[in-house]
């Protein structure tokens, strides 16, 4: 005989405010970034250059890119977040979905620019230099 599961009200406040603070997460985060795209996008692109993760022809032109990409996240619906995210989903337990974002079109979109002579590293070392610039100026 199976054991019957009932929510109760003290288990649903429980997951309501964990939800509520990934969003409020969400949302901090997307507003630091839409407040300084061009600090962020300078910052992060100086470190993956600098760590070798990505070797290029043109620092600034990289920069332009990652502030795009900054841009296109605070202006995305929740889909289209998830949507770009999806391949990397399971790369760490609780990701930054800023850091995700961005490490995502770095490895699929970032890859076929022009300037990129190539990127070098796994996942998981470009997102974990991306989380710690995003972290550190948020």
Known sequence: MGKI?????RETKLL???ESSKERERFQIITAIRNNTDVFSNKISMKLIEQ???ETVSKSSIQEQLEKCLLALCNAEDFDIDYQIAPLRGLVSNPNIASLYVTAFVIE????HKDVVD???SDEEIYFCIKKE???LV
């Open 5 to 9: 599961f009932r929510v109760g009200d």
């Open 16 to 18: 309501s405010k964990i």
């Open 52 to 54: 070798g993760l990505i």
């Open 109 to 112: 979109k970032l890859i076929n």
């Open 119 to 121: 990127i070098y590293g």
């Open 134 to 136: 995003i972290t550190q």
